[in-house]
């Protein structure tokens, strides 16, 4: 297979300099001598067009690419269109860009709803359908969905990495676990299940759920204080995080407290709830914070800060949208550098997982993104923070999250 | 131009429909208009409840997120046929609207369109409610597959889903011309316009409402499981309070009180908000917001005015 694959590159090299089509085993769609057209939909509009930056972004990025001399003497074009947050329009657009204009690969879709709507579709049609914008866990599926693979922690990771954490720095704590009713919470229960393994039951003494629909989640606080427990995981959006930080409060409860990376929010969580109120409260982060006054004067966001420079003068430097698309597009050049000459689907998506150990520079120093083919979870590393009163603190080793 | 409303061109647009399409468009376009087939239905529906009979509602998407789940679960669940589910979507919808329909009655105006409203808003959270999770998939939503060409007919998936689509549409729209053209639209219409006078005349205002209700409902949903077919997945942030203001904006495009402005406002529905992604990605709300002003401002009647003035008839409706 691999001899195949490198004599495919060797003699796609030599062809492209002749315009001779290749005779190609492998699938070779949207790549011309010139350019590599790829897809993206990313809400422009609607009710979640705040993720609208990380389209403008990408598109940035890539015109900084094709400046350059783009990649393999080729240049990226990226078509990114609106889908509104709509999964209907998400699959509408991807069809358009699988059927109409014929791109190579689709790239970063954004959303868990509108990248569940087209996985069946790409899958079928077997279009690499690489680092999605979610952090949903079920991306990493390929015995089921081999052209599909995320980019981002999941959610089931972090809990991964919390009972890591618990389990060496706190054995035999009682942990009570909070977590809403839908895939998002449910993720979290999965993950400590994969962290804590056998001693799933010597940990948590109880779980407690509820509906995105209900009022409060007083009841479950207190019921979670009559547990004993000493160490508690929130997993909750945000609205109900802040209820649940305030609650623990206000009952002068102190146990140590995990709270979903999801709500770490300081604006929609802990500002409401009450910043004094969360102190010490733990959470996780992999990536730099672009207002995080540790990173002023770092390599890797200055390396970012110059790109905006140029190419995005009016973005708002403390958006972390930017700072995500730049991540998630290094990760992509880096892929198709691997590419070599080979960029067929098949080449694409076999590169797409064999990354190695890559730095990129907008995550946490140590965080690396990595891949393989039984591994389609490209970045399982995180590191603990801890609220101060003021701020987020990043504290101990990076960790990594168990399983693939 | 007295083309347009002569009784032959419904029958030549929907021969056109059929042809044309088949032969030149690709399957991703065929996909588009299978989604406008889809969504003049929706809109009709709408338009029959509130074009024609004056009860405003910006609750629709409620009905066709019923219909796309009732289909899902059907498929899913019970292992049905995706044609087989559409009767079922349609009594259940029907039944549905007669019930939103009771209350309705007391309401007018401004107080029926936020009540309606309200049932835009709740239909996402209440199809994530527990109970119902093993059903409705919860958050995930429902994957369907696409259906094939059945007897071996030599056509695509997509190609056939259109065909059917546009077969049951075909059923709907005449249905709802006969209705509207006959005493029942007389009735329809006088309710909305002077509804003391149409009951000093003997009808049964009561009736009709709820019943236009029921009606809505039903076209609506059997637009909402044709539309789960052709999309293959449902899931609740799909039926929000955008998808019913959509089929209001169709709506009024396309012109209120009128059978061949569904199929214009869905059309509009479908292609506009593409091109105004194509004019700016900073902002295409706003060239979205632009362009309806545009329309607006040029046909007040929407749409289907620009044939009547075409074709120089005045407006009997």
Known sequence: ???????????????????????????????????????????????????????????????????????????????????????????EQVRRLVEQDQVAFLFNTLGTPNNTAIQKYVNSKKVPHLFLSTGADKWGDPEHFPWTIGWQPSYRTEAQIYAKYIMKNRPGAKVAVLYQ????????ITGFKDGFGKDYAKYVVKEFSFEVTDATIDSQAVSMQATGAD???????????????????????????????????VGAVITPAGPERAVGIITSAYGKDPTDPTWANDAGMNEWRAFMKEYIPTGDLTDGGYVFSYGVCTTLMQMLKQCGTDFSRENVMKQATSLKDLYIPTLLPGITVSTSPT?????????????????????????????A | MQFFTSRAFPWLFLAAAVVLPLLFASDYRLFQLTMVVVYSIAVLGLNLLTGYNGQVSLGN????AIGAYTT????????????????????????????????????????????????????PQLLKYKAFENYTGGVQGVVL???????????????????????????????????????????MRAIRDQPLAAEAMGIDIAMFKTRTFALSAMFTGVAGSLGAITIQFVAPDAFGVPLSLTFFV??????????????????????????ADEISKAAPGAVYGLLLIAFMFLLPGGLASLIRILSGKKRTA
């Open chain 1, 181 to 188: 009713n839908d895939d998002f919470g449910k993720d979290y």
């Open chain 1, 375 to 403: 591994n389609f979870h490209p970045i399982r590393q995180m590191q603990l923070q801890k609220w101060t009163g003021k701020t987020w603190e990043l504290f101990g080793e990076i960790i990594e999250g168990t399983g």
């Open chain 2, 145 to 187: 597959d696409k259906p094939d060409a059945p007897f071996g007919l030599p056509l695509s998936q997509d190609q056939w889903l259109y065909l059917f689509c546009l077969a049951v549409g075909a059923l709907l729209f005449a249905l709802a011309m006969n209705l509207v053209r006959g005493r029942i639209g007389r009735a």
């Open chain 2, 61 to 64: 998407g409620a009905f066709y």
């Open chain 2, 250 to 275: 169709g709506m009024v495009v396309g012109g209120g009180a009128s059978i061949g402005g569904a199929v214009m406002g869905a059309l509009f529905i479908q292609f506009i908000p593409n091109i």
């Open chain 2, 72 to 123: 899902a679960i059907l498929m899913d669940k019970l292992g049905l046929p995706y044609w087989a589910t559409l009767p079922f979507s349609a009594v259940i919808c029907a039944g549905v609207g007669f019930l939103i329909g009771l209350p309705a009655l007391r309401l007018g105006g401004m107080y029926l369109a936020l009540t309606t409203f309200a049932l835009a808003v709740a239909t």
């Open chain 1, 1 to 91: 297979m691999m001899k195949r694959r490198s004599l495919l590159a060797t003699a796609g090299a030599a062809l492209a300099a002749s315009r001779i089509p290749a005779a190609h085993a492998a699938t070779l769609v949207g790549v011309t001598d010139t350019e590599i057209k790829i897809g993206h939909t990313i809400p422009y509009s609607g009710p979640a067009s705040a993720y609208g930056v990380i389209g403008q972004g990408h598109t940035a990025f890539f015109k900084r690419v094709n400046d350059k001399g783009g990649i393999a003497g080729r240049k990226i074009n990226l078509i990114s269109l609106d889908d509104g947050y709509a999964p209907p329009k998400t699959v």
């Open chain 1, 231 to 265: 160490v508690i995981l929130t997993a909750a959006t945000p609205k109900f995080a802040a209820q649940m930080i305030r609650k623990v409060s206000d009952m002068d409860w102190k146990p140590l407290h995990f709270l979903t990376n999801v709500s770490s929010s």
